[in-house]
């Protein structure tokens, strides 16, 4: 594997690195709920996990006609 003869200067470093750039985290609004969360991302709502407006995990607590 090749290597730099000589060391690079940290401004030649710093020149590169100037393209690197944060981009801001793209938000949705669930069609189901209404609520607004990360795209690609299951969110919380009331005890119940959505993911693209379905329901995929339930932690309501049961009621007792649940348990029959």
């Keep these: 594997m090749p290597n730099p003869k000589r060391r ?3 401004q030649r470093g710093a020149k590169r690195r100037t393209h690197y750039k944060a ?3 793209t938000w949705s609004t669930d069609k189901t709920t209404g609520e607004t969360h990360l795209r690609h991302r299951a ?3 009331e005890d119940k996990m959505y993911y693209r407006g379905n329901v995929v995990i339930d932690n ?3 009621t007792e006609g649940d348990k029959k």
Excluded: C
Aim: charge should be negative; glycine fraction near 0%.
């Design 8 to 10: 690079h200067s940290q």
């Design 23 to 25: 981009e801001a985290a």
């Design 43 to 45: 969110h919380w709502v």
């Design 60 to 62: 309501t607590p049961a």
